[in-house]
């Protein structure tokens, strides 16, 4: 487990609304557990289960590691990096391989 992977994500409620910030090993699965409400309680509460943003590292401890980096972030930077790949703030989740 330590040499597998990693992946940071941004979920957004809707463009510019809530945002929240996550890591997993396992982006399609934990995607499932957003949209069917079994995520993190922050993100249900908050209808935050877009998937607008993520980054895949080969060490999960890169990701983790980023993860805090990006949760320490001003809001405009994290919209600003949301802007910069997915400027139509698409649900990316659509497009996972499960």
Do not use: C
């Amino acid at each position: 487990m330590a040499n597998s992977g990693g992946y940071v994500y941004i979920l957004a409620s809707g463009r510019n609304g809530t945002l929240y910030i996550g890591f997993t090993n396992n982006l399609p699965e934990r995607m499932l557990q957003h949209k069917t409400g079994k995520g993190s309680k922050f993100a249900k509460q908050n209808k935050a289960d877009k998937l607008v943003y993520y980054e895949y590292y080969d060490y999960a401890q890169q990701a983790i590691l980023r993860e805090t980096q990006m949760k320490k972030w001003e809001r405009k930077w994290k919209l600003y990096k949301i802007e910069e790949t997915n400027p139509m703030w698409e649900d990316l989740s659509l497009s996972l391989n499960n």
